[in-house]
Structures are given as structure tokens and as C-alpha cells.
Nanobody, 121 residues
């Protein structure tokens, strides 16, 4: 069974940095896209960053210049480096991947359980 396992969330002061990690486990045939979403209190879930292949990326306007998404294909892991954090970044961050398991070789969306990021002084 394919699963996404997240780590790296926590409490950080404004202006600080965090790095989130998401590792895809299980028997995976191919990974098309991996990304990060977030949901803040009272708001809908929104795309933060996405990486397709090894290099093609896109970001929400609110995080451009501050966040960087990267991917280690050998480890089936995606990272989100978050710098210059501010209170508005406080949210539950969810890892998302469009993956094809070996058993089916067809793509489906998978989600992690979420990790809390709190930016506060």
C-alpha cells in the first residue's frame, strides 16, 4: 500500500525557517507530481508548491521567493524549505503525490495526514 509520510512541522518564530519532508513508501512504479498544500483556520485548502518531474515547479504567489520545493527521486521524497516565515503561514501542511503503484501502473492522488506549522512569537 502506498503511503505518504510527513515530518518537519513545528513551532517557529516569525522570520525563522523550517524544512518539511514527505517520503512516499510502498511499491511505486512512477511518480508524476508531488506537492504541498495547506489549510489555515477558516480557509480552504490551497496549493503551496508543486514539482513535476525533477525540476518543473510552481508556487502560490504568497510564498514565492520564500519557499523552495525540491525532490529526491532516488528516495521518493519531496521537501519544502520555508524561509522568512510569518504568522500567515500558520496552517496544517499536507503532502500530495500523483503516483502509480506497481500493482496497477495507473496514476492516483495520495495524501499525507498533515503536519502542523505554527509561526508565532
Amino acid at each position: 500500500q502506498v503511503q505518504l509520510v510527513e515530518s518537519g512541522g513545528g513551532l517557529v518564530q516569525p522570520g525563522g525557517s523550517l524544512r518539511l519532508s514527505c517520503a512516499a513508501s510502498g511499491s511505486i512504479f512512477s511518480i508524476r507530481t508531488m506537492g504541498w498544500y495547506r489549510q489555515a483556520p477558516g480557509k480552504e485548502r490551497e496549493l503551496v508548491a508543486r514539482i513535476t518531474g525533477s525540476t518543473y515547479t510552481n508556487y502560490a504567489d504568497s510564498v514565492k521567493g520564500r519557499f523552495t520545493i525540491s525532490r529526491d527521486n532516488a528516495k521518493n521524497t519531496v521537501y519544502l524549505q520555508m524561509n522568512s516565515l510569518k504568522p500567515d503561514d500558520t496552517a496544517v501542511y499536507y503532502c500530495n503525490g500523483r503516483l502509480a503503484p506497481i500493482s496497477t501502473r495507473s496514476y492516483s492522488d495520495y495524501w499525507g495526514q498533515g503536519t502542523q506549522v505554527t509561526v508565532s512569537s
